[in-house]
C-alpha cells in the first residue's frame, strides 16, 4: 500500500514538538492511530519510520515524534525524565485526534524500550487510548537498585541526592554523556553506529534520569489498565530489559492481554532484519484486533 509521510509541529506543555505522520495513501474514512514512543535519547529518525511505514502499510496513521528537548523539539535539552516523556505521549494523542484522517476513538500506543515503559502509564492515565504495545521495556527501574545491598547502592544514592540540591539551590542541572549512564556495550555500540548518520543522538542528559527512572514502575500502571489491551513483546536473550520484565507486566495487567517472546535475539535486534518483521507484525495485528 501506497502511504504518505508529512511532518507536524504541536505543543506539549508550552512547548513544540516535532513529529512526522505516516499515512495510508487510499483509505475509507478516517482510520485508527498510533502514537510512537522511542526509548533511551532516541529521535523520530531512529527506529519508528520502519514501524510508522508498517503501521500506514497496514491501514493505520502512525505519529513518530522527539519528546522535549531531544532532536527537533523545544525544551529544555537533554531532560530525560518519565513524567515530562508520558505528558508528550497525552499530548501527542491529543494531536494525532485533531487530525481529519484519524477517527479519535480509535487510538493506540506503541513504545519500545524506555517508551514502552512510557506507553504503559500515559494508557493507565488516559482513558482515549484504546490499545497498547510495550516491546522490550522494562517492569520496574528501581528493582535492581533495591535489590542490592545498600551498601553497594549509597554512592549513586548520595550522587542523586546532591544533584537534587544542585537544581534546587541553583537550577542548573548537572549533564552527562547518555553513554556514562548507560554503558553495557550493546547499547554503546548501538549508539556509536547510529550517531554517525544522526549526529543529535549525542545530545547530553541531565543526571535527573537515573532518580526518575528508578522511580518509574510500569508494572504498578499495567494492573491499571482496566481492560484497555496490552501486547507485550519481548527478546529472549536481552540483557537490558530482561524477557523476565515482559512477563512480569504480561502477569500484572488484565485480559486482554498477549506476551510474545522473539526466540534467539537481544534488546537491540529486534531493530532490524526478520526481528522487526515480526515484532512490526505482531503489533499490527493486535492494533487490527482492537482498534480497527
Known amino acids: 500500500m501506497a502511504i504518505i ?24 474514512g478516517p482510520v485508527p492511530g498510533v502514537v510512537l514512543c522511542h526509548g533511551f535519547t532516541a529521535i523520530k529518525e531512529l527506529i519508528l ?6 503501521f500506514a502499510e497496514a491501514g493505520f496513521a502512525a505519529l513518530a515524534f522527539d519528546y522535549r528537548g531531544f532532536g527537533e523539539s ?4 537533554g531532560r530525560l525524565i518519565a513524567r515530562r516523556q ?5 499530548n501527542s494523542v491529543t494531536f494525532i485526534g485533531t487530525l481529519p484522517e484519524v477517527d479519535p476513538q480509535r487510538i493506540g500506543l506503541w513504545g519500545t524500550s524506555y517508551g514502552a515503559a512510557n506507553v504503559i502509564v500515559a494508557a493507565a492515565e488516559d482513558p482515549r487510548v484504546k490499545c497498547v504495545t510495550a516491546q522490550v521495556g522494562f517492569a520496574d527501574g528501581g528493582r ?4 542490592r545491598p545498600p551498601a ?54 541531565s543526571m535527573e534520569f537515573l532518580e526518575s527512572t528508578m522511580e518509574h514502575r510500569p508494572i504498578e500502571a499495567a494492573a ?46 529486534i531493530y532490524s532484519g526478520e526481528p522487526l518483521r515480526k515484532s512490526s507484525a505482531e503489533a499490527v495485528a493486535w492494533f487490527k484486533a482492537h482498534l480497527a
Open 5 to 28: 509521510e508529512r511532518s507536524v509541529t504541536y505543543f506539549s506543555e508550552g512547548d513544540r514538538l516535532a513529529g512526522v505522520v505516516y499515512l495510508p495513501a487510499e483509505s475509507h
Open 49 to 54: 519510520p520502519d514501524y510508522g511505514r508498517a
Open 74 to 77: 523545544e525544551g529544555p535539552r
Open 86 to 90: 508520558i505528558d508528550d505521549i497525552r
Open 144 to 147: 535492581r537498585s533495591r535489590e
Open 152 to 205: 553497594e547502592t549509597a554512592p549513586m544514592r548520595a550522587m542523586i541526592e546532591e544533584e537534587r540540591k544542585k537544581r534546587v539551590l541553583t537550577n542548573e542541572p548537572t549533564m552527562v554523556e547518555p553513554l556514562q549512564l548507560l554503558s553495557d556495550p550493546e547499547t554503546v555500540a548501538f549508539f556509536m553506529e547510529a550517531r554517525k548518520s544522526l549526529p543529535a543522538l549525542s545530545q547530553p542528559i
Open 224 to 269: 491499571k489498565l482496566a481492560g484497555c489491551p496490552l501486547l507485550v513483546v519481548a527478546a529472549e536473550l536481552d540483557t537490558l530489559t530482561p524477557a523476565a520484565d515482559s512477563e512480569a507486566l504480561y502477569d500484572a495487567a488484565n485480559e486482554p492481554k498477549r506476551l510474545v517472546i522473539l526466540p534467539g535475539i537481544r534488546h537491540y535486534e
